[in-house]
């Protein structure tokens, strides 16, 4: 069973499927269309070739990445079967099998392939996820979910940079869940946690999956928005706040309401520092509720 990689067409990072093999680089579209039994990987940059490649009368197996397959949907709607030919890299259980289970009865020396590109493919991706999960776990409150106090600062002084060197906008939110003390103290702390609980999903529902919603301490939260000026963030407080006014936060046979007041601020080139913007946000819940809570407070630079 030979290997072949057309014009170097396989991304660094799957590279250890083929560490323990001998592969050959083609460059020569002719050269490719001559190859037979054999696992040949083409990226999804030369998809102007593909239909040759699949069309042609050989056992040649295309392997694409993932975000191929948007790209030839179009072909996929009419009609044209490629699905035996044409795999994602990104679901490496599945292809492996499928590709060896087509070439098995050609060729006696596959299964010690096989075998050897299981257990690489199985121990890679079992060590990727493991690390996913450390890094998710180091990154998020237990209690909500959310990201935590250190993340945040982390990608505050992230946004940042970036808006230094492009003067892309972004807001930093600071909400405090208002009398937070009083549900302690009236219904027990199990259901403060629970209160806490609801209101980290209410942010997460209601909040775009690139915003970074984190818990920053006990009952205050912290929101970026990317690419969102002051009437964009507004916006996105009206909706968590109408959403929190209907909504009845539950215990055990208790039913709670609450409010929160928030203060925020936007990026501009007068801001030295992440820390100004948090500083300011911070003035801007600080006059939400000397100024009688459930409310929201914009502070510019």
């Known amino acids: 069973m030979k290997i072949y990689i057309f014009n170097k067409g396989i991304d660094c990072k799957y590279e250890f499927l083929l560490s323990k093999f001998e592969y050959k680089v083609v460059s020569d579209?002719?050269?490719?269309?001559?190859?037979?039994?054999?696992i040949v990987f083409i990226s999804y940059e030369y998809n102007n070739i593909f239909l040759k490649l699949i069309n042609h009368d050989n056992d040649l197996i295309i392997i694409y990445k993932d975000n191929f397959k948007f790209e030839i949907q179009e072909t996929l709607n009419k009609g044209i079967l490629i699905h035996e030919k044409l795999f994602s890299l990104e679901e490496s259980k599945i292809?492996?099998?499928?590709?060896?289970?087509?070439?098995?009865a050609k060729n006696s020396k596959i299964n010690e392939i096989h075998n050897n590109l299981i257990d690489i493919a199985f121990a890679s991706t079992y060590v990727l996820e493991e690390k996913e999960k450390i890094e998710d776990l180091a990154n998020k409150d237990l209690l909500t979910d959310l990201y935590n106090h250190s993340f945040f600062q982390k990608k505050l002084n992230d946004y940042f940079g970036l808006a230094k060197e492009t003067n892309k906008i972004f807001s930093v939110l600071i909400l405090d869940i208002d009398f937070f003390k009083k549900v302690n103290d009236t219904y027990g702390h199990l259901a403060g946690d629970k209160v806490l609980k609801d209101f980290a999903k209410i942010l997460k529902k209601n909040t775009r999956k690139t915003d970074i919603v984190a818990r920053y301490g006990g009952e205050e939260f912290g929101i970026i928005i990317p690419d969102c000026d002051k009437t964009c963030?507004?916006?996105?407080?009206?909706?968590?706040?109408?959403?929190?006014?209907?909504?009845?936060?539950e215990f055990e046979n208790h039913k709670i309401k609450i409010t929160f007041s928030a203060g925020f601020t936007i990026y501009n080139k007068k801001y030295k520092s992440a820390q100004d913007m948090l500083s300011n946000a911070d003035k801007g819940l600080y006059i939400s509720k000397n100024s009688g809570r459930n409310r929201y407070t914009f502070v510019d630079a």
Do not use: M, Y
Request: aromatic residues 6%; proline residues 0%.
């Open 233 to 249: 963030t507004e916006k996105v407080l009206e909706k968590i706040k109408d959403v929190v006014a209907k909504h009845i936060f």
């Open 29 to 38: 579209l002719d050269e490719l269309l001559k190859i037979k039994d054999s």
């Open 95 to 104: 292809f492996i099998n499928s590709i060896l289970n087509i070439l098995i």
